[in-house]
């Protein structure tokens, strides 16, 4: 008899018990124990498969790919603790308020510089929430059309390198982090490009939505507005080059990338004044709480594979969607709907361990290269993390907005900004060499 429906039973039973607030990994391992025990008095599960267990552990363990994890989160807290992002969106804010939009387009570099240097969505969206967000009101900007802006623009952390998704992603999926950081920088970039010709289109045609900046508010002038410049937006971009380009140009692994990217960080901080040692302290708890909790989602995560396969549920699945008709495209449409209903009640780590070792043994099956399918997955979990009604960039943004910003308003805003999502996603599926180019070239 078959028991391929009690793995189903298995991940059902698992999806329930995580909705229900109790913390991922133990959701992973309680519904591997309860599972595997009912498959094994029924005669379904085999008790030897769990011997691979302490191998796949230390395997893990010793994987240096998952080493960039602390790194980045380390940086990005470092950054946060530093006050250079602050400092960068108020200095571009003055550079760009002049111009029709010009706000709206300072957060959305900012969002793109923060996005290549730290990696962290919450810290970025909150940060752009609490400082640009009453200043846009202030001077007349729509508040769907400021909100959506920075809720967007916070996300591409999600898409760009170093993306923490990205590391995650290339651990579940079996390819190369660098990989996956090359070829996602290309579609990172599109999108970052198709907001600002939104919000510069929009604020041609709709003045009144996005006004220029009044005399009175550009309080640095001049010299001393250049050599502003020079200190904050300087600094980053040489981070910026430090770190990616010493992946793309195949100097440093990004493990060794991120570990430059955090002295880097320190440096910066350094020069800020803004190193010490109560926010050495604090960026270190932040790093070691997070990179905890993933090493404990990956264990318990392989130990739901094993149960999980045992029971016969991969090969169910796998044979399932090779089989889904329309082959490539079938699968393609299957896969990025499951992913993007999932995204919008599941955080991105929960959703790499949940359906990406069911995706992937199809995906290979069906001759899909890997790295693409990963980028195309990144990509859809970045318009995920700004759905309706449970975005989670939304509700940071939320956290921090004014009691004249509505929910309603929030919600409202991510609306156009799903779409160029969309449409990015789109000519990412059509035209893959927007993932492989950089790759081919690097290689």
């Known amino acids: ?240 080059f430090l770190v990616l380009g010493s992946i793309f140009f195949g100097i440093a692994t990004p493990t060794e990338a991120g570990a430059v990217g955090s002295v880097g960080a320190c440096v910066l901080a350094a020069l800020n004044r803004k190193l010490t040692w109560r926010n050495l302290v604090d960026a270190a708890t932040s790093t070691a709480r997070i990179s905890g909790m993933v090493m404990m989602i990956v264990i318990a995560a392989s130990m739901f594979t094993v149960v999980f396969d045992g029971l016969g549920g991969k090969s169910f699945i796998t044979s399932m969607l090779t089989n889904v008709p329309g082959g490539v495209v079938g699968f393609l449409i299957v896969s990025n709907i499951a992913v993007f209903f999932l995204g919008m009640f599941l955080e991105f780590i929960e959703i790499a361990f949940i359906v990406m070792p069911l995706f992937v043994p199809a995906a290979a099956a069906l001759g899909i290269d890997l790295v693409w399918f990963g980028v195309i997955m990144a990509v859809n979990l970045q318009i995920a993390f700004i759905s309706p009604p449970v975005g989670f960039s939304l509700f940071y943004l939320q956290s921090v907005a004014p009691r004249e910003v509505p929910t309603s308003e929030i919600h409202r805003s991510a609306f156009p900004f799903m779409a160029l999502q969309l449409i990015v996603l789109v000519l990412v599926i059509a035209f893959p060499q927007t993932v492989r180019w950089l790759i081919d070239i690097a290689a």
């Open 1 to 240: 008899m078959d028991y391929e429906w009690l793995a189903i039973a298995m991940f059902v039973g698992f999806f329930f018990i995580m909705m229900t607030g109790f913390p991922v990994a133990f959701s992973f391992a309680g519904a591997s124990i309860l599972f595997g025990a009912i498959g094994l008095a029924a005669g379904a599960f085999d008790l030897n498969l769990l011997k691979l267990l302490p191998s796949r552990w230390f395997g893990t363990m010793s994987d240096t790919t998952l080493l960039a994890i602390p790194f980045f989160i380390f940086l990005g807290a470092i950054l946060e603790k530093s006050g250079l992002a602050e400092a960068l969106l108020e200095t571009l804010g003055i550079v760009f308020g002049p111009l029709r939009g010009g706000m709206a387009v300072a957060v959305i570099i900012v969002g793109t510089l923060l996005a290549a240097t730290t990696g962290v969505v919450a810290a970025t969206v909150i940060m752009m929430g609490m400082m640009s967000l009453p200043i846009m009101l202030r001077y007349g900007y729509d508040k769907r059309l400021a909100s959506g802006v920075i809720v967007a623009s916070g996300t591409l952390a999600q898409l760009i390198p170093p993306s923490l998704v990205l590391i995650v992603l290339s651990q579940q999926i079996g390819v190369s982090v660098g990989d996956l950081f090359i070829g996602s920088f290309i579609p990172g970039l599109m999108l970052a490009g198709s907001f600002l010709l939104y919000v510069v289109v929009l604020a041609f045609l709709r003045p009144k939505m996005a006004p220029a900046f009044p005399p009175e508010a550009r309080t640095v002038r001049g010299a001393k507005l250049a050599i502003r410049v020079v200190k904050v937006v300087i600094p980053p971009i040489v981070l910026i």
